[in-house]
């Protein structure tokens, strides 16, 4: 059996710098974005009782494009935007 890497989780502060790219004229409606594995932190109000601790979820950039928060998470699977409740996030292989 191959020994296997542990996964290294972008911050997801450094979405923005590194996805935005990709995801041009997304926006949390639904148009464009970039699906991606995150990790959740299921303490979080935003994310309690909605799936799993590793999940898919659509990152996007509002509409004015501003860095400075207006990224979104969307879980994949419900719809629900997972605001600050991400913890870590990597693109699937």
Request: net charge negative; charged share 15%.
């Amino acid at each position: 059996m191959a020994a296997t890497t542990p996964i290294t989780w972008n911050d997801p502060a450094s979405a923005y710098a590194n996805l935005a790219g990709l995801v041009a004229g997304a926006d949390a409606a639904g148009a464009g974005g970039i699906v991606v594995l995150v990790q959740v932190d299921m303490n979080n109000p935003h994310a309690r009782g909605t799936g799993s601790k590793y999940r898919q979820a659509k990152y996007a950039i509002l509409a004015d494009g501003d860095p400075a928060g207006r990224n979104v998470w969307i879980d994949a699977a419900s719809g629900n935007n997972l605001h600050n409740a991400v913890t870590g996030w990597i693109l699937p292989e």
